[in-house]
């Protein structure tokens, strides 16, 4: 009989400065944030273009419904949807029980089952065993050494196309600056046959890819725009200076943005 995996050895920290409390698995690699007088916002700029999803399909409407979030870190992103889409249910993943415990002890994460539900397990196993499929998956799992291991492979890719709904979302969090990221995008690609669109690098190196297989994603930059004001002034998320990046560093074939 097969065991699940022991948690990471690694220690879970916790730093404080300038108003904002980090995560960290045992390094200065920062893992999660949370300015503690905004804990429901999403402090780093990565997590913010995770949820550029939303204006892939259309915004804070009825789109997500169902979410799987693999890796919790701090929980910003499983608290921002909690917060923000109240229609949406969220299973999150996460390999370290630690983690999940630090979560909601000092980064204010909801306890809320029916809305929010945390497992415990591995998310490479979780993703290649079930067959519970979701709008929305978003990917953010890096071990102390920044390494996504099963995380970044084709089978997990491929899982990852089945578990998604007609309409559904792979949202992957990539290092651009790391020497693999060239091969993680291939391997994205081959999973989704090339449907694939890869946004402009973050100053922190945090690059982040969406894919899809069902439902075509075809959306011109005015009505991107259209949305982004939207969603700013719904949830206070400002994804108006991704879009301005998305432009510059990939002009789009007639304004339009295609996956």
Same mark, same amino acid.
């Given at each position: 009989?097969? +065991?699940? !995996?022991?948690?990471?050895?690694?220690?879970?920290?916790?730093?404080?400065?300038?108003?904002?409390?980090?995560?960290?698995?045992?390094?200065?690699?920062?893992? $999660?944030?949370?300015?503690?007088?905004?804990?429901?916002?999403? @402090?780093?700029?990565?997590?913010?273009?995770?949820?550029?999803?939303?204006?892939?399909?259309?915004? +804070?409407?009825?789109?997500?419904?169902?979410?799987?979030? /693999?890796? #919790?870190?701090?929980?910003?992103?499983?608290?921002?949807?909690?917060?923000?889409?109240?229609?949406?249910?969220?299973?999150?993943?996460?390999?370290?029980?630690?983690?999940?415990?630090?979560?909601?002890?000092?980064?204010?994460?909801?306890?809320?089952? *029916?809305?929010? *539900?945390?497992?415990?397990?591995?998310?490479?196993?979780?993703?290649?065993?079930? @067959?519970?499929?979701?709008?929305?998956?978003? %990917?953010?799992?890096?071990? *102390?050494?920044?390494? *996504?291991?099963?995380? &970044?492979? #084709?089978?997990?890719?491929?899982?990852?196309? +089945?578990?998604?709904? &007609?309409?559904?979302?792979?949202? /992957?969090?990539?290092?651009?600056?790391? !020497?693999?990221?060239?091969?993680?995008?291939?391997? #994205?690609?081959?999973?989704?046959?090339?449907?694939?669109?890869?946004?402009?690098?973050?100053?922190?190196?945090?690059?982040?890819?969406?894919?899809? $297989?069902?439902?075509? %994603?075809?959306?011109?930059?005015? &009505?991107?725009? &259209?949305?982004? #004001?939207?969603?700013?002034?719904?949830?206070?998320?400002?994804?108006?200076? +991704?879009?301005?990046?998305?432009?510059?560093?990939?002009?789009?074939?007639?304004?339009?943005?295609?996956?």
């Amino acid at each position: 009989m097969k +065991t699940r !995996k022991s948690p990471p050895r690694h220690s879970v920290d916790i730093s404080e400065e300038a108003g904002v409390r980090y995560l960290h698995f045992g390094s200065e690699w920062v893992q $999660g944030a949370m300015r503690i007088a905004r804990p429901w916002s999403l @402090e780093l700029a990565y997590t913010r273009e995770m949820m550029a999803g939303l204006l892939l399909r259309g915004g +804070t409407g009825s789109w997500p419904r169902s979410a799987l979030l /693999v890796g #919790l870190g701090a929980g910003s992103l499983a608290k921002f949807i909690y917060r923000n889409l109240p229609d949406c249910r969220s299973t999150v993943v996460e390999i370290n029980p630690q983690v999940d415990y630090i979560a909601r002890q000092f980064f204010k994460l909801p306890d809320d089952p *029916a809305r929010l *539900a945390v497992v415990i397990g591995d998310g490479a196993e979780f993703m290649l065993a079930g @067959e519970r499929r979701f709008d929305y998956i978003l %990917v953010d799992g890096f071990d *102390a050494d920044a390494r *996504a291991g099963a995380l &970044d492979t #084709l089978p997990f890719y491929q899982a990852c196309r +089945t578990r998604l709904t &007609d309409a559904g979302l792979l949202c /992957v969090n990539l290092l651009g600056r790391n !020497k693999g990221f060239a091969g993680s995008v291939e391997r #994205l690609a081959a999973a989704f046959d090339g449907r694939i669109a890869v946004l402009p690098s973050c100053d922190s190196g945090n690059t982040i890819a969406f894919a899809t $297989g069902g439902e075509a %994603v075809a959306i011109t930059l005015d &009505d991107l725009r &259209d949305r982004a #004001l939207r969603l700013k002034k719904e949830t206070g998320l400002d994804l108006l200076p +991704t879009l301005t990046r998305l432009q510059l560093a990939h002009p789009l074939p007639g304004g339009m943005l295609r996956i």
